[in-house]
């Protein structure tokens, strides 16, 4: 069973960066797809950033020129890189794997696995 663990979230005031972490432990396979979603106050969960299995890269165009998805198989982690942050990016940041990857990656239901979340409020 794989288990991911969300790490780096705060506070941080409008213009600020975070980095935030995504730790993969158990049972660890090469042929899947990563994301991070996030879920305002009161909203539906969306997609954020994404990277497929062959190691393209997609972004929600609300983020694009500020987020930055990367990974690092060695350590099974996935990191997002948040610059220029803004109030509107106040969410719960979630992680997430999925092996099917047919679908688009934005839908939620396509993913088998999820961290339990890491706060991000971004306040003046």
């Known amino acids: 069973q794989v288990q991911l663990l969300e790490s780096g979230g705060g506070t941080v005031q409008p213009g600020g960066s975070l980095r935030l972490s995504c730790a993969a432990s158990?049972?660890?396979?090469?042929?899947?797809?990563v994301a991070w979603f996030r879920q305002p106050p009161g909203k539906e969960r969306e997609g954020v950033a994404a990277?497929?299995?062959?190691?393209?890269?997609d972004y929600a165009d609300s983020v694009k020129g500020r987020f930055t998805i990367s990974r690092d198989n060695a350590k099974n982690t996935l990191y997002l890189q948040m610059n220029s942050l803004k109030p509107d990016d106040t969410a719960m940041y979630y992680c997430?794997?999925?092996?099917?990857?047919?679908?688009?990656?934005?839908?939620?239901?396509?993913?088998?696995?999820w961290g339990q979340g890491t706060q991000v409020t971004v306040s003046s």
């Open positions: 990277i497929d299995r062959d190691g393209s890269k």
């Open positions: 997430a794997r999925r092996y099917c990857t047919s679908g688009a990656w934005k839908i939620a239901a396509q993913y088998n696995h």
């Open positions: 158990g049972y660890i396979s090469d042929n899947y797809a």
